[in-house]
């Protein structure tokens, strides 16, 4: 069974998050192309290894947050606030 360690629940069972996808700066919808803007929303790295990712706690405090976690090993090193 899979942890993840809600910064405001404590750890809990990966069953009661939702994988919202990596986390990253968002471009500016001013200045970005077409092609840039369809790449942020649909293109995803999938790194073998350290992955900053954002999460949603729905089966808890329904808040987001961003976990970095080694998606070899599903350690998890570090938590934070949304992004």
Do not use: I, K
Request: net charge positive; with cysteine.
């Amino acid at each position: 069974m899979m942890l993840l360690p809600c910064p405001w629940c404590g750890p809990r069972s990966a069953g009661e998050f939702r994988f919202t996808g990596e986390s990253g700066p968002r471009p500016d919808p001013t200045t970005t192309t077409t092609d840039e803007w369809r790449s942020y929303l649909y293109l995803q790295d999938n790194p073998c290894g350290w992955s900053r990712e954002g999460w949603y706690h729905g089966a808890g405090c329904r808040r987001f947050f961003t976990v970095e976690r080694n998606t070899l090993s599903n350690e998890v090193r570090a938590t934070g606030g949304p992004r």
